[in-house]
């Protein structure tokens, strides 16, 4: 099997880019290093590559959950492809699921495969979690600062949080679920499928094999009295 390694060079604060690197190189069998140069051009190159090759190949996301999600895009409706991730990211949300078993890359090389669900949103896929709200605001400003001094790196979750308090705490919307319109001022919408975190609320993960989500919805906008509502296919919804 080819092995080819997606690195995200703007993945979390950059610290352990060389020490990925030489991780990488020191494999043995049919290794490929690629380094992403702009947003999409994982998704892009994966594509590329698999119309023109037909033997089995598994793309490893060196990255955050982002990584992962253009990594998840390229290789849809490629049989011979696969996927794994080391996650090197702000955010690793999605290996949460599995334990956080991925910091072994000659592992990763051997481990074997399972197929998982998507989300699809518009053109759109995930294999973890979509949002919209407060915890988009979070992470779109995440984005944006985690590498300046300060703000940055390790605190720019911190800062992302700060931000959307002030500017996404109220949100208008409608919200269909299970065949039912939910309309009002909701802080935090998320259809999620592995096991997440949003603030201090934990969605438990739901099977990620068996086309089913979870739908938190936290209300209003103020946090001391949010409440979080939830549901996966074929459950009642519940609120906690």
Partial sequence: MKHVFILNPKAGSGAHLDETRAAIRSLDGDVTLYETKAPK???????????????????????????????????????????????????????????????????????????????????????????????????????????????????????????????????????????EKLTGNYSIMATTLAQTEILSFTATAVSVTQAELNLIILDGPDPGSWTVSYTAEGLEPQTT
């Fill in 41 to 179: 051009d994982a998704t892009r190159y994966i594509r590329t590559w698999c119309e023109s090759h037909t033997e089995d190949v598994r793309f490893y996301a060196c990255g955050g959950d982002g990584t992962i999600k253009e990594v998840a895009e390229g290789i849809l409706g490629f049989p011979q492809a696969s996927m794994s991730c080391f996650p090197i990211g702000s955010g690793n949300d999605f290996v949460k699921y599995y334990g956080g078993r991925f910091a072994d890359l000659a592992a990763l090389t051997a481990a074997d495969t399972l197929p998982v669900d998507m989300i699809t949103l518009g053109d759109e896929y995930s294999v973890n979690v979509c949002n919209f709200g407060f915890d988009a605001a979070v992470a779109d400003t995440m984005n944006r600062v985690r590498r300046l001094p300060l703000i940055g790196g390790k605190n720019a979750y911190t800062t992302g949080i700060l931000r959307a308090l002030v500017t996404a705490r109220r949100n208008r919307c409608d919200i269909y679920a299970d065949g």
